[in-house]
């Protein structure tokens, strides 16, 4: 990233291309110097007191239906109460209009489609506004990797699991037979239990990827968006050549 501050959204399986040009630094800087001069440093999200804010948070904030608007359509979610920080991060960026203006910036046809970022000027103002930190893993068996996942990344080299609240992915995945399941099992070491097996062979999903992110919610409507988005072109590096911008909505 040319922005310092987005160095935390480079992953090692879901990574922000540099798309963008570089904005006038100056300007950046003396923005950014405004806005420390005039946020409270209490106020600010750090990685000492993500866990206590997300929790007081998550419990005056207990929504759990959301939406994700792009410029290919709505896509619906619920999201889990037995995965707290993550939703309460959720609900909390979204509130704050963090998500808005950013954009799918990874899309991988029959895998994901991943975005609620962007090296803008105003995404960087809203790093600063509300601080920067890593929720802990808050992984459920039962939660997997089914189309139509939603799941936070976790940074490269990471060596705790933490997440990144600032970049979300959605799994599109496809559909498994016995033979293609054992063979990605066989690949990728890994097991697949027999309850999700055949949800794997009838909705399809990313089965290698549970145990290792946090789902912490769900699509219900909008599984065809996630497709057209899908089928857009792309640069070597899964980046679209189209800006696909998005926000997301609490809806309760």
Same mark, same amino acid.
């Given at each position: 990233?040319?922005?310092?501050?987005?160095?935390?959204?480079?992953?090692?399986?879901?990574?922000?291309?540099?798309?963008?040009?570089?904005?006038?630094?100056?300007? &950046?800087?003396?923005?950014?110097?405004?806005?420390?001069?005039?946020?409270?440093?209490?106020?600010?999200?750090?990685?000492?007191?993500?866990?206590?804010?997300?929790?007081?948070?998550?419990?005056?904030?207990?929504?759990?239906?959301?939406?994700?608007?792009?410029?290919?359509?709505?896509?619906?979610?619920?999201? @889990?109460?037995?995965?707290?920080?993550?939703?309460?991060?959720?609900?909390?960026?979204?509130?704050?209009?963090?998500?808005?203006?950013?954009?799918?910036?990874?899309?991988?046809?029959?895998?994901?489609?991943?975005?609620?970022?962007?090296?803008?000027?105003?995404?960087?103002?809203?790093?600063?506004?509300?601080?920067?930190?890593?929720?802990?893993?808050?992984?459920?068996?039962?939660?997997?990797?089914?189309?139509?996942?939603?799941?936070?990344?976790?940074?490269?080299?990471?060596?705790?699991?933490?997440?990144?609240?600032?970049?979300?992915?959605? &799994?599109?995945?496809?559909?498994?037979?016995?033979?293609?399941?054992?063979?990605? /099992?066989? /690949?990728?070491?890994?097991?697949?239990?027999?309850?999700?097996?055949?949800? @794997?062979?009838?909705?399809?999903?990313?089965?290698?990827?549970?145990?290792?992110?946090?789902?912490?919610?769900?699509?219900?409507?909008?599984?065809?968006?996630?497709?057209?988005?899908?089928?857009?072109?792309?640069?070597?590096?899964?980046?679209?050549?189209?800006?696909? @911008?998005?926000?997301?909505?609490?809806?309760?």
């Amino acid at each position: 990233m040319k922005n310092s501050i987005l160095l935390i959204a480079i992953f090692s399986i879901f990574s922000c291309s540099e798309k963008h040009e570089e904005k006038n630094k100056s300007t &950046v800087k003396k923005e950014v110097k405004k806005v420390e001069q005039t946020q409270p440093k209490s106020d600010k999200f750090t990685q000492k007191n993500a866990v206590a804010k997300l929790t007081a948070y998550g419990k005056e904030n207990p929504e759990t239906k959301a939406v994700i608007k792009t410029t290919y359509g709505n896509i619906y979610i619920k999201l @889990y109460d037995d995965t707290p920080l993550h939703r309460a991060s959720f609900v909390m960026l979204a509130k704050k209009g963090f998500y808005d203006s950013t954009f799918f910036y990874r899309v991988k046809k029959n895998f994901v489609i991943q975005g609620g970022n962007s090296d803008s000027e105003e995404t960087e103002f809203k790093f600063w506004e509300i601080g920067t930190y890593r929720i802990p893993p808050e992984i459920k068996a039962h939660h997997i990797h089914k189309r139509g996942a939603l799941a936070l990344a976790v940074p490269e080299n990471s060596q705790d699991g933490f997440s990144s609240p600032f970049n979300f992915y959605i &799994v599109q995945g496809y559909k498994f037979t016995e033979r293609s399941l054992k063979k990605q /099992e066989e /690949e990728n070491k890994f097991s697949v239990s027999p309850n999700h097996r055949n949800i @794997y062979f009838s909705e399809g999903g990313a089965p290698h990827l549970d145990g290792k992110y946090t789902v912490f919610g769900e699509v219900t409507n909008g599984f065809d968006v996630i497709d057209r988005i899908a089928e857009v072109k792309t640069n070597v590096s899964d980046f679209p050549l189209e800006d696909i @911008y998005l926000s997301v909505e609490i809806l309760e």
